[in-house]
Nanobody, 116 residues
């Protein structure tokens, strides 16, 4: 079992930046995949960025060159950050952290709104 705590998000102007963080504790040694997903109003949840155990990252085409996923470990916790730059109004949505061990774990979701 792992526990996830998300933070960050909020309101940003187009062209601005935000950082989301997902702090994971518990069975962190068995994490093989972590992803950030978003769900825009009226749309299905989609993966925007992910990182696997060997450090390889993957990005949705719509965020390549603008979003960066990273991880850092500190004793018994791992923090996964999503740095979001050059934000656009269509980046608006609820963002979820997803961590996979022998099962999937979802965060509670964070609202990101990009608007002038």
């Amino acid at each position: 079992q792992v526990q996830l705590v998300e933070s960050g998000g909020g309101l940003a102007n187009p062209g601005g930046s935000l950082t989301l963080s997902c702090v994971v504790t518990g069975d962190i040694l068995n994490i093989y995949f972590t992803g950030w997903y978003r769900q825009a109003p009226g749309k299905e949840r989609e993966e925007v960025a992910s990182i696997v155990q060997n450090g390889r990252t993957n990005y949705a085409d719509s965020v390549k060159g603008r979003f960066t996923i990273s991880r850092s470990r500190d004793n018994a916790k791992i923090t996964y950050d999503l740095q979001m730059d050059k934000l656009r109004p269509d980046d608006t949505g609820v963002y979820f952290c997803n961590v996979r061990t022998t099962r999937q774990h979802w965060g509670q979701g964070i609202q990101v709104t990009v608007s002038s």
